[in-house]
């Protein structure tokens, strides 16, 4: 593959924002070239440039970033296009894929009109002709029933069938280059392998070069023949794919590697789940109800019994959908279940009003996805976690506060600054020490480390399973990211809309189970291995 | 959609009903009632007492709202105290007027502040969308009394290019036979319109220009002009269309300053006299039409943004 000259070739790229002193080099001499038929994977961290090296292709960087080096699509250096000859290219020679299918999509247009707008760009086609070719490019995505969802609007689509149709419509007018930033990155696992099969399809079909951006690993070894590896702008590691997991050279792509949570029997917290016969959390027949369109009502969480041990920790997987979170927010009263019961620490929470619930609810901690948004951004990082120790009269402090910033690893100076002066993980690790101020002896901790990169999350990780480990408080610890869950759990529950599918030792629930939608729910998540994950998509296709 | 319909129609008639018992509540705490109102505050008690017998005003209050409605049914909104006419004939030929020269800024005003918003939007920050923002707030901030007093001496006495008075006639076309004599009662409204139309599209088109789909239409290979007149134009009129929807009511109630400056016999000039002179069924009758126009604008507005936009209508099956 490598013989024939490039379809895409960056050489010697740099770009900067800004000016003066003011300057920030976002991407600093990359060079990554891309054979016919080649699936090359740019990942990094957030911050390494990779996202930019890919807008810098089409162009589509803003007007203050000053872009050096050449960018050359079948010879011709993209750079130095303007107007009509740039816009020529786009969509054309190079078409991208982004992160974000529904905001992607023009919600004011059809799918159809918008696929068939890429195609009437490029073509002379009448308006007939290209939806009639919108509906091939359609069904070619794998979207079944198409001359239907032509006339439909991007929101009345699922995550999947979007994306699907932002696919349809880069692949259009047959690019050389294929660019997916982040492609997969908003979807469900088991929507993500089926769009990187789509992808890898696509590619054999139209032989077309492919950047694959990513900060995920697994899709890397998923999708990738070749990778390379971005940090704070620069190229650190190029290297074909078995190559770079077997072998990696750069120290950070080591480290990297290394902070990346594997799914695998092996890869758990080294201890005992504890044995206890007190409950710290126990739903029965569970039932949450939302309303929905038109009156009809909606059943979040369907008929749920679980029971979380004192000390014991209880992942909860599940996609997008599946009620997991209403599940956590169910537990500590932040909603009303329609039915059953919720029992904290063995009283039961529907019945405590008032005083009794604040009593019953200081036992209880939660950690939040976002900490950028769930902490106040004018409170100071001191008063955000001194406010449950404020809520419930507890005095004495600012001490205790310094004392639960040194135990999540923060430098007790930090208190006096604001969240948005902290980066993510420092903020995350505010929100755990504000769930733990109350000696909590249940913590909820929803997606905890899904907004963090990897080194960050890893460390993130191992301060918190320090502190359950010393502390001892029980976890209900939901997440859809099935590694995570791999390595905090002693027990875990899988969801599906609404239901659950099966609870149990975590060894038999992740490698050994019986239920059809665990295993492909297991299956689906890549791992960090090429061999491995080759070995999964098949068996993942056999189901 | 049908059913979307019907049940905005039916809240619409709910509102409008509890419109019709406020007004009607009104006119009875007019001070002293209304005999007092027409007859005078010198009036004899006999007098005041043969009055109320005469129009009905000694039944009960629900007897007198009942046959307030019938007759509103009818189209009849009482007799003026003042202009010897019935309300209704003088709203009725009050309220074209008003809607030729309001109707008549209004467009002037969104064919301006439209592309104007878009214009600035698409220069954010530079010295040209200063230099716009700045005269914006200018017409925005300028009492209209004052702006059109403006106009009248920079059209009328120094140059003399356009007459001061609007056309004083009775009938529609003769407005537009007069039509240099309209156009500066229309600049006048539409100057303070386009300034806060255009703010409004401004922002709405700025939001949209940092929206994801602005950047995979031009990753397609679509032209700036096409990015913005058509993908962000639709998204962008949804909060002008709810905007007009509200503005349906000034629309009727017509712009009493511009009439009185420039003389134009439209709504604005008939409420006002009647203030002037407590003629209160012409002021009641136009408080209803104006309660109607906005009733009836924000339903419009519902509509328009459902068609749209198509996550709207997603919503209102």
């Known amino acids: ?543 | 959609m049908t059913r979307f319909l019907l049940k905005r129609i039916g809240q619409a008639v709910v509102v409008i009903f509890f419109v019709t018992v406020i007004v009607f509540l009104l006119l009875h705490s007019v001070p002293g009632g209304p005999a007092h109102g027409i007859l005078g505050p010198k009036a004899s008690p006999q007098a005041i007492a043969e009055f109320n017998r005469e129009h009905g005003f000694d039944k009960s209050l629900v007897q007198q709202y009942w046959a307030y409605l019938n007759e509103l049914f009818h189209g009849d909104l009482g007799e003026s105290y003042t202009l010897n006419q019935s309300v209704a004939s003088l709203i009725g030929q009050r309220i074209p007027k008003t809607l030729v020269l309001t109707g008549l800024s209004t467009l002037v005003a969104l064919a301006v502040a439209i592309p104007l918003g878009v214009w600035q939007a698409r220069r954010r920050k530079g010295l040209a969308d200063y230099a716009v923002t700045t005269v914006v707030f200018v017409g925005y901030a300028t009492p209209v009394f004052f702006l059109a007093l403006v106009l009248v001496i920079v059209f009328t006495q120094k140059t003399q290019l356009l007459p001061p008075q609007a056309p004083q006639t009775q009938s529609i076309a003769g407005l537009f036979a007069d039509s240099r004599a309209l156009i500066l009662p229309v600049l006048a409204g539409a100057i303070a319109t386009i300034a806060a139309f255009s703010r409004y599209m401004r922002s709405a088109v700025l939001d949209n220009l940092a929206e994801d789909y602005v950047r995979t239409a031009r990753a397609k290979g679509a032209s700036e002009r096409r990015v913005v007149w058509l993908h962000i134009m639709r998204n962008s009129l949804t909060p002008i269309v709810a905007m007009l929807g509200y503005y349906l009511p000034v629309l009727f109630s017509g712009a009493l300053v511009i009439e009185s400056v420039f003389n134009y016999p439209g709504m604005g000039l008939l409420f006002w006299n009647a203030a002037q002179t407590s003629d209160y069924p012409i002021l009641l009758g136009a408080v209803l039409v104006i309660a109607l126009a906005t009733v009836i604008g924000s339903l419009l507005a519902d509509i328009v943004q459902a068609l749209i936009d198509p996550r709207v209508r997603g919503t209102i099956k």
């Not at chain 1, 490039?6 to 900067?16: G, K």
């Not at chain 1, 929507?191 to 899709?219: C, P, S, W, Y």
């Not at chain 1, 007790?412 to 995350?428: I, K, V």
Request: aromatic share 2%.
């Open chain 1, 1 to 543: 593959m490598s013989d024939q000259p490039p379809t895409l070739a960056i050489e010697d790229l740099s770009v900067t924002f800004g000016s003066g002193h003011r300057t920030v080099r976002a991407v600093d001499g990359v060079s990554v070239t891309v054979a016919p038929g080649e699936i090359v994977a740019v990942v990094g961290e957030s911050g390494s440039g990779k996202s930019v090296t890919s807008m810098s292709t089409l162009g589509l960087l803003p007007p203050t970033a000053k872009v050096g080096g050449t960018v050359r699509v079948g010879g011709v250096d993209v750079t130095t296009l303007d107007g009509p000859r740039l816009r020529a290219v786009r969509g054309a020679e190079v078409a991208m894929v982004f992160q974000e299918p529904m905001t992607a999509l023009n919600p004011a247009f059809t799918v159809g009109w918008q696929v068939a707008e890429a195609l009437r760009l490029h073509t002379d086609l009448s308006r007939k002709q290209a939806l009639d070719r919108a509906v091939e490019l359609l069904e070619m995505v794998g979207i079944r029933d198409a001359s239907r969802r032509l006339g439909q609007f991007p929101h009345e689509l699922s995550g999947g069938l979007r994306q699907r149709v932002v696919i349809a419509m880069a692949i259009a007018c047959e690019p050389k280059v294929l660019i997916a930033d982040e492609a997969t990155t908003a979807l469900d696992v088991t929507v993500q392998a089926e769009i990187l099969d789509l992808l890898r399809d696509l590619r054999t079909k139209f032989g077309m070069a492919m950047l694959v951006i990513t900060h995920n690993m697994g899709v890397v070894a998923d999708i990738a023949d070749r990778v390379v590896v971005m940090y704070q702008g620069k190229v650190v590691e190029q290297a074909p794919v078995d190559d770079l997991f077997a072998r990696p050279e750069a120290d950070y792509t080591k480290r990297l590697l290394a902070a990346v949570p594997r799914l695998a029997p092996g890869e758990r917290r080294d201890r005992e789940a504890p044995e206890k016969e007190t409950a710290a959390l126990s739903l029965e027949n569970l039932v949450v109800e939302f309303r929905g369109k038109g009156g009809s009502r909606v059943r979040a969480v369907d008929d749920v019994t679980l029971t979380i041990a004192e000390g014991e920790v209880l992942g909860l997987v599940g996609e997008s959908g599946s009620g997991k979170s209403t599940v956590g927010r169910a537990a500590i009263g932040l909603v009303k279940p329609a039915s059953g019961t919720v029992r904290l620490l063995g009283e039961s929470l529907g019945e405590a009003r008032g005083r009794a619930l604040r009593r019953l609810r200081r036992h209880c901690g939660i950690v939040f996805q976002d900490p950028a948004s769930s902490l106040d951004p004018r409170m100071t990082v001191g008063d955000c976690v001194a406010e449950p120790l404020v809520i419930n009269g507890v005095g004495d402090r600012t001490e205790r506060v310094v004392a639960l910033l040194k135990s999540v690893e923060l430098d007790p100076a930090l208190r006096l600054r604001h969240p948005h002066e902290l980066s993510g993980g420092q903020r995350q690790r505010v929100g755990i020490a504000r769930a733990l101020a109350l000696d909590p002896r249940l913590v909820i901790a929803d997606e905890p480390t899904s907004a963090l990169d990897v080194s960050v999350q890893a460390a993130v990780l191992e301060v918190f399973l320090e502190l359950q480990e010393r502390l001892g408080f029980a976890c209900l610890f939901i997440t859809h990211d099935l590694a995570v869950v791999g390595r905090v759990s002693d027990r875990v529950a899988v969801m599906n809309q609404g239901r659950l599918v099966e609870v149990g030792a975590r060894d038999d629930v992740l490698f050994d189970s019986q239920e059809e939608y665990t295993r492909r729910l297991v299956t689906s998540a890549p791992v960090p291995d090429p061999t491995e994950q080759r070995r999964r998509r098949a068996e993942r296709h056999r189901l």
